[in-house]
């Protein structure tokens, strides 16, 4: 802070962190937004009704 920080390098470090902050969202809305996705989503719903069930039978048994 007590040093002189040029202008051109505070729009740099700005231009940087700006292109890094949009390439980054974009990404992650192909990620999430992407047509394949849906099968992949009814997948792991049903993996995590398996696992839930799993669950519930395992603490039934401790219950015991």
């Given amino acids: ?6 202008p ?3 729009i740099r470090n700005y ?3 700006a292109t890094t902050v949009m390439v ?3 990404g992650l809305v192909d990620t999430f937004n992407h047509p ?3 099968g ?3 997948r792991l719903d049903n993996y995590g009704r398996v ?5 519930v039978a395992q ?3 401790f219950g015991r």
């Fill in 1 to 6: 802070m007590l040093s002189t920080t040029k």
């Fill in 8 to 10: 051109t390098t505070i």
């Fill in 15 to 17: 231009v940087i962190l």
């Fill in 24 to 26: 980054m969202s974009v």
């Fill in 36 to 38: 394949t996705r849906g």
């Fill in 40 to 42: 992949q989503k009814d």
């Fill in 51 to 55: 696992v839930s069930a799993g669950v």
């Fill in 59 to 61: 603490a039934q048994k």
